[in-house]
């Protein structure tokens, strides 16, 4: 019977990271991280929470649908609107009536969501610790106290840009539709069959929906120029990743999903660009995207591209920079051609 990987000294642990490591090429210390990521959403998904989180983002394209080569470390989930605050929604539609009700929505939000995390959230990542004997510690941050913070102790270290952490960052302003059940494993597992690793089934947002989110985001940044804060240019190696697949072209299609991706961020996310217009995510997705930054905007994003290649997130095979760009360019040239 294979051992569990928690059950195993720091000292096997890192050989087995070695081996590991020079089967699949990924980093020590991006594989270990990996487990931690397995591991969390393991432990939420066996929990009374389980219909209510949405898993999206990044790290659901690299875990679930296998579109991108690169090791996204944060955990991104939706707490269905419709459990937040069913008592400020009309019908139960998630979509509010005028802006003045998306901010009460918005702030009813802000201020149940941080309690939640609290007595829901915490409580069962606490429990699953003393549960499987591990080493790791929690903590609540965020500027609105949106976030878990698992603190594990490394085996292996690389660079310091992907840290020995996993944040857990929770919203509350939508239905994380459409979503289905899928199966999560650790990228290690195939190469070490005589160690048992955490597994999840995760609820997860639809690839297509993820694209618009992502694409709409390229979006707002360039129409802004300036990136707030770093880590931001995984969002357009994403998106490149998604034309490679397949899976933008299918979302292009799609354009009821696009139309409520901009409806929802109009109410929820809404934007001025750098001239403090207020950035119009209708026209965005029906014929005028912009997903390629300009100036400083687009230096800063090439900054941290590089700073993510040095650390191993990104396969050795991974694209340069201007090829993400490039791509990035011909995708805005093909969803603009088809929204007008």
């Known amino acids: 019977m294979a051992e569990s990987w928690f059950a195993l000294s720091r000292a096997d642990q890192a050989e087995a990271l070695e081996v590991a490591a020079a089967a699949t090429g990924r980093p020590p210390?991006?594989?270990?991280?990996?487990?931690?990521?397995?591991?969390?959403?393991?432990?939420?998904?066996?929990?009374?929470?389980?219909?209510?989180?949405?898993?999206?983002?990044?790290?659901?394209?690299?875990?679930?649908?296998?579109?991108?080569?690169?090791?996204?470390e944060d955990v991104d989930l939706t707490y269905d609107i419709r459990e937040v605050v069913p008592d400020l929604l009309r019908d139960s539609n998630p979509i509010p009536a005028s802006s003045s009700q998306a901010k009460k929505i918005t702030d009813a939000v802000r201020d149940r969501l941080?309690?939640?995390?609290?007595?829901?959230?915490?409580?069962?990542?606490?429990?699953?610790?003393?549960r499987d004997g591990v080493q790791a510690r929690l903590s609540i941050s965020g500027k609105e106290s949106e976030k878990i913070m698992l603190t594990y102790d490394p085996i292996k270290l690389g660079t310091g840009y992907a840290a020995s952490t996993i944040q857990?960052?929770?919203g509350g302003r939508a239905t994380g539709e459409p979503h289905q059940r899928h199966t999560v494993a650790c990228d290690m597992a195939p190469a070490i069959a005589q160690i048992s690793f955490p597994t999840a089934e995760p609820l997860v947002m639809g690839a297509e929906r993820t694209f618009w989110e992502k694409a709409t985001a390229a979006h707002v940044y360039s129409l802004q120029g300036r990136l707030r804060g770093e880590?931001?240019?995984?969002?357009?190696?994403?998106?490149?990743?998604?034309?490679?697949?397949?899976?933008?072209?299918?979302?292009?299609?799609?354009?009821?999903?696009?139309?409520?991706?901009?409806?929802?961020?109009?109410?929820?996310?809404?934007?001025?660009?750098?001239?403090?217009?207020?950035?119009?995510?209708?026209?965005?997705?029906?014929?005028?995207?912009q997903l390629v930054p300009e100036?400083?905007?687009?230096?800063?994003l090439e900054r941290d591209y590089?700073?993510?290649?040095?650390?191993?997130?990104l396969a050795s095979s991974a694209s340069t920079f201007a090829e993400i760009m490039e791509i990035c360019s011909g995708l805005q040239t093909d969803i603009n051609a088809q929204g007008r």
């Open 231 to 289: 880590r931001y240019s995984r969002h357009w190696y994403d998106l490149a990743a998604m034309a490679k697949s397949g899976h933008a072209q299918v979302a292009m299609k799609d354009q009821p999903l696009a139309t409520a991706v901009a409806e929802h961020k109009a109410m929820f996310f809404a934007e001025k660009d750098a001239n403090k217009v207020w950035i119009d995510y209708a026209s965005a997705v029906s014929g005028v995207i």
């Open 168 to 170: 857990l960052e929770f």
């Open 29 to 72: 210390h991006l594989l270990e991280k990996d487990i931690w990521v397995v591991w969390t959403l393991s432990a939420i998904y066996t929990s009374a929470l389980a219909e209510k989180l949405t898993f999206k983002g990044g790290t659901s394209l690299s875990k679930v649908y296998k579109i991108i080569d690169r090791f996204s």
């Open 114 to 130: 941080p309690g939640w995390i609290q007595t829901s959230v915490k409580p069962i990542l606490e429990s699953a610790i003393e």
């Open 295 to 300: 100036g400083g905007a687009l230096e800063s």
């Open 306 to 313: 590089l700073a993510m290649l040095d650390d191993g997130l």
